[in-house]
């Protein structure tokens, strides 16, 4: 009877042997796959993007409250290193952070590089731009207001009404493609966007509303850097001066020392 329990038992073992040797995971121990890369070891792209910029620029790049990134006529103007620099260093004025540790972030250069050269290769078309002159990504000269009110007139106005207080019901250009019954000389708008701001979506138009680049606004002429200056020193012009705040309105510090709420 021993003899036959002793059997038994040794070819229960070897059966669970012969199963387990067949076995891709052993209970108890990790899969590769289940390992977590360190955060300041993360390259992938989608996961870089979606933990730092999905929150303002929308998921895969548009739909979200700051300018979309899933947009070729933007990413061919900005380019590699300005897309770097302000994802580094932020953008003054407005409410993008600095995501480079150099800047007080939390990404390395590498992650830095990583999400640019993404952007770049997930949603940019550097083709469709070879044969076009690209404006500037940032003002070269001065702006002039007067000169971007004419400017304005033919190449906005259709969309964004002669004022710029966005197109009226029955005016009769409501189905242009782009048309807004929304502002865009509101002083509270004026006062969330910079002029950087604004150059970009004149520049590289708006997606998610239908509104298109630069290069479609005049038929035949896309706007010029220069033209797109002054558009931008006309609408910037509606913006209402900042006071300066006083020290019981500014958030302190625990020393006490008032800090601005826009920096």
Not at 116 to 141: C, H, I, K, N
Request: aromatic fraction near 4%.
């Amino acid at each position: 009877m021993r003899e036959r329990i002793r059997a038994c038992g040794i070819l229960g073992v070897a059966a669970l042997v012969l199963a387990c040797s067949g076995c891709t995971h052993v209970p108890g121990v990790p899969a590769e796959s289940a390992e977590v890369v360190r955060p300041d070891q993360q390259l992938d792209f989608h996961v870089l993007y979606q933990q730092n910029c999905s929150g303002c620029h929308g998921d895969n790049g548009r739909g979200g409250a700051a300018i979309p990134l899933n947009n070729p006529a933007y990413l061919a103007v900005a380019g590699a290193q300005n897309l770097s620099t302000v994802t580094a260093k932020g953008m003054t004025g407005t409410m993008m952070p600095a995501f480079a540790q150099s800047a007080g972030g939390m990404l390395t250069d590498q992650q830095v590089d990583a999400l640019v050269q993404g952007m770049l290769r997930e949603w940019g078309r550097p083709s469709d731009f070879a044969s076009t002159g690209l404006p500037s990504y940032s003002a070269t000269t001065a702006g002039n207001a007067a000169d971007g009110e004419k400017a304005y007139a033919n190449a906005c106005a259709s969309c964004h009404g002669t004022d710029g207080t966005g197109v009226k019901p029955g005016t009769g250009t409501s189905g242009q493609q782009g048309a807004t019954t929304h502002s865009i000389v509101d002083p509270s708008y004026l006062t969330l966007v910079s002029d950087q701001n604004l150059r970009s979506y004149v520049i590289a138009g708006h997606l998610d509303d239908n509104a298109p680049d630069w290069r479609s606004y005049v038929s035949g002429h896309p706007l010029t850097s220069q033209e797109i200056t002054d558009i931008v020193a006309w609408i910037a012009s509606h913006r209402t001066p900042a006071e300066e705040p006083s020290v019981n309105s500014s958030r302190l510090s625990p020393s006490g020392v008032a800090a601005k709420e826009n920096r």
